[in-house]
């Protein structure tokens, strides 16, 4: 059966100090994987998709890589405002997307 | 450009009551998910609508149905709602380029609390 699990459940960093999310899966032929900020309350927010091994995407400071067994999201310099919740998605070539229970993470100031 | 828009945006029933929630995709998709995320777990999908019917299906009973519109806009009808299912229910639309591929996005939630 499918499964993804997320590393650590929990983050707390100072403001400027790097750090990365992994996202661990088992699937039966990878097809994509996404990841997603959540803040409080509120619906996923998409960020980056990944399709192979090797392949990086970056958006301000976030970057995504992935491997064929893990993804990571590093995160250089973060600020306050990069505090939420991270998840990972994962789908084998069905209609179903398979979610992690996510990275909390928390950027002091 | 609109994204998915969810209604309402809280809801408190009772245990036995049934509830209907609603979806519209964004703007130029044609699919739409509805996922259950509970407190501090990640979203479990529930189904996915396609040309106005259900082609996939998450391990959620009978009681947790759905329709697509014409237009793309879909519910989510919950039937003999147990305390279990309070949860925030989140709306994804993508538009549909091939299984496994198709970037979703979500909908802000609906909040629903079952007493």
């Known amino acids: 059966e499918d499964q993804v699990t997320q590393s650590p459940e929990a983050l707390r960093l100072q403001e400027g100090e790097s750090s990365s999310l992994n996202c661990s899966y088992t699937?039966?032929?990878?097809?994509?994987l996404f990841w997603y900020r959540q803040d409080p309350g509120k619906g996923p927010e998409f960020l980056f998709t990944?399709?192979?091994a090797g392949e990086e995407k970056e958006k301000e400071r976030l970057k995504a890589t992935l491997t064929k067994k893990e993804s990571f999201l590093h995160i250089t310099a973060p600020k306050p405002e990069d505090s939420a919740t991270y998840l990972c998605?994962?789908?084998?070539?069905?209609?179903?997307?398979?979610f992690g229970t996510g990275t909390r993470l928390k950027v002091l100031a | 450009d609109a994204g998915v828009t969810q209604s309402p945006t809280h809801l408190i029933k009772t245990r036995g009551q049934q509830v209907t929630l609603r979806c519209s995709p964004k703007?130029?998709?044609?699919?739409v998910s509805w996922y259950q995320q509970a407190l501090g777990q990640g979203p479990q999908f529930i189904f996915q609508?396609?040309?106005?019917?259900?082609?996939q299906r998450g391990n959620f009973p009978d009681r947790f149905s759905g329709h697509q519109f014409p237009n793309y806009s879909s519910e989510l009808n919950v039937n003999a709602l147990l305390l279990g299912d309070s949860a925030l229910y989140l709306c994804?639309?993508?538009?549909?380029?091939?299984?496994?591929?198709?970037?979703?996005?979500f909908g802000p939630g609906t909040r629903l609390t079952v007493l």
């Open positions: 994804a639309s993508s538009l549909d380029l091939a299984p496994g591929y198709n970037e979703q996005f």
């Open positions: 699937v039966s032929g990878l097809r994509g």
């Open positions: 990944l399709y192979s």
């Open positions: 998605a994962v789908n084998s070539g069905t209609y179903k997307y398979i």
């Open positions: 703007s130029g998709h044609d699919t």
């Open positions: 609508y396609y040309e106005e019917e259900e082609r």
